[in-house]
T-cell receptor, first 113, second 107 residues
Framework: DAGITQSPRHKVTETGTPVTLRCHQT?????MYWYRQDPGHGLRLIHY???????DKGEVSDGYSVSRSKTEDFLLTLESATSSQTSVYFC????????????FGPGTRLTVT | GIQVEQSPPDLILQEGANSTLRCNFS?????LQWFHQNPWGQLINLFY?????KQNGRLSATTVATERYSLLYISSSQTTDSGVYFC?????????WGAGTKLIIKP
């Protein structure tokens, strides 16, 4: 299994508070991704990174920001959490580029009350 | 944008049965992946299959890129095969996901 961990695994927070989710990889892969999954749906891309300090927006980036200061860590921040951001968040990595084979972390279940 | 449709949406089978899951996509794609999401939520890579046929144990997959579909075959189903099966295609370097097929294998 690809060495991908996410923290925290579960979080409950209140509307309006900032939240940061962490993705850590031990594979030294260049590409990292954040997705969200909502009930009855596949995954939707939030942001992705193609190198240290190199990031770009995905399909559903509004309300989210990311940072990548080291190859192994990719952070997702909700500056002011809203109830619509209640979801399961998955991190993924890829050794090649976007659209190539991706491997997923265990997910973080976030509830915004 | 590209549309990805999976069928059937739900499938209930007895242990030992065979099944075929289908993924249709509306435009040409560079790559296609199949994933299994188990009942605990973990996403597991099954196949990376932009074209052709691959097999891994009881599972196999075929992608016919020119006709814009892919099939996932599961033979001799086991209860551990239960979960949701997703296909995802690469369009403009983003993975676009289908809604999944929920598979329940009864003992």
């Amino acid at each position: 299994d690809a060495g991908i961990t996410q923290s925290p695994r579960h979080k409950v927070t209140e509307t309006g508070t900032p939240v940061t989710l962490r993705c850590h990889q031990t594979e030294n892969h260049r590409y990292m991704y954040w997705y969200r999954q909502d009930p009855g749906h596949g995954l939707r891309l939030i942001h992705y990174s193609y190198g240290v300090k190199d990031t770009d927006k995905g399909e559903v980036s509004d309300g989210y920001s990311v940072s990548r200061s080291k190859t192994e860590d990719f952070l997702l921040t909700l500056e002011s959490a809203t109830s619509s951001q209640t979801s399961v968040y998955f991190c993924a990595i890829s050794g090649q580029g976007l659209g190539y084979e991706q491997y997923f972390g265990p997910g973080t279940r976030l509830t915004v009350t | 944008g590209i549309q990805v449709e999976q069928s059937p949406p739900d499938l209930i089978l007895q242990e030992g049965a065979n099944s075929t899951l289908r993924c249709n996509f509306s435009d040409s794609v560079n790559n296609l992946q199949w994933f299994h999401q188990n009942p605990w939520g973990q996403l597991i890579n099954l196949f990376y299959i932009p074209s052709g046929t691959k097999q891994n144990g009881r599972l196999s997959a075929t992608t016919v890129a020119t006709e814009r579909y892919s099939l996932l075959y599961i033979s001799s189903s086991q209860t551990t095969d239960s979960g949701v099966y997703f296909c995802a295609v690469d369009s403009n370097y983003q993975l676009i996901w289908g809604a999944g097929t929920k598979l329940i294998i009864k003992p």
